[in-house]
T-cell receptor
Framework: DTEVTQTPKHLVMGMTNKKSLKCEQH?????MYWYKQKAKKPPELMFVYSYEKLSINESVPSRFSPECPNSSLLNLHLHALQPEDSALYLC????????????????FGEGSWLTVV | AQTVTQSQPEMSVQEAETVTLSCTYDTSESDYYLFWYKQPPSRQMILVIRQEAYKQQNATENRFSVNFQKAAKSFSLKISDSQLGDAAMYFC??????????FGQGTELSVKP
């Protein structure tokens, strides 16, 4: 069983809606990640938080807004999305953040399926 | 920049047989980590095995083992005694110094009963 929990599992939203994806981990990890994955493709990194601070933003459009309220929680706020944003959104965590290779094994959640209509 | 290449988009294996998935990578770093992840139809990304580049010994996890050839920059995954539950997309990944996980394009493995 995964120790990274994502909610909701499925989300359908209109282009004018505001919604949020949530992620929680209880492994005491200090780094958390958002990835976007299209069908039959590898995940693409969106954001990395390390010690609750945003450390990597892969030039993601501003209609995606991450938030890390504490070291166990990670949110992704969604607003004015486009149909091409429909994808699987994966949250992940690792014991330490970028640069610390020895504690860098990344563990993924089950993902949130997002459909924009 | 590092790249990861999986040259086999699809592979098939008979149940109980052995299959090897290929992965090559390109890097100028000397110390790095490599991973194999499995993604079944449920789409959860599951860690299969991890290899530290400075370790000569190939990593093993039950029926899963790797053949790590550092000089050749090759990192293949061997699955022994294949089971129906092994059917999935398998991604090879490289963790770089910037803290990014670089994925290959994936190999879709099917297991025939």
């Amino acid at each position: 069983d995964t120790e990274v929990t994502q909610t909701p599992k499925h989300l359908v939203m209109g282009m004018t809606n505001k919604k949020s994806l949530k992620c929680e981990q209880h492994m005491g990890h200090r780094a958390m990640y958002w990835y976007k994955q299209k069908a039959k493709k590898p995940p693409e990194l969106m954001f990395v938080y390390s010690y609750e601070k945003l450390s990597i933003n892969e030039s993601v459009p501003s209609r995606f807004s991450p938030e890390c309220p504490n070291s166990s929680l990670l949110n992704l706020h969604l607003h004015a999305l486009q149909p091409e944003d429909s994808a699987l959104y994966l949250c992940a965590s690792s014991q330490e953040g970028p640069g610390n290779k020895k504690r860098n094994t990344i563990y993924f959640g089950e993902g949130s399926w997002l459909t924009v209509v | 920049a590092q790249t990861v290449t999986q040259s086999q988009p699809e592979m098939s294996v008979q149940e109980a047989e052995t299959v090897t998935l290929s992965c090559t990578y390109d890097t100028s770093e000397s110390d790095y980590y490599l991973f194999w992840y499995k993604q079944p139809p449920s789409r959860q990304m599951i860690l299969v095995i991890r290899q530290e580049a400075y370790k000569q010994q190939n990593a093993t996890e039950n029926r899963f083992s790797v053949n790590f050839q550092k000089a050749a920059k090759s990192f293949s995954l061997k699955i022994s005694d294949s089971q129906l539950g092994d059917a999935a997309m398998y991604f090879c990944a490289y963790y770089n110094q910037g803290g990014k996980l670089i994925f290959g394009q994936g190999t879709e493995l099917s297991v025939k009963p």
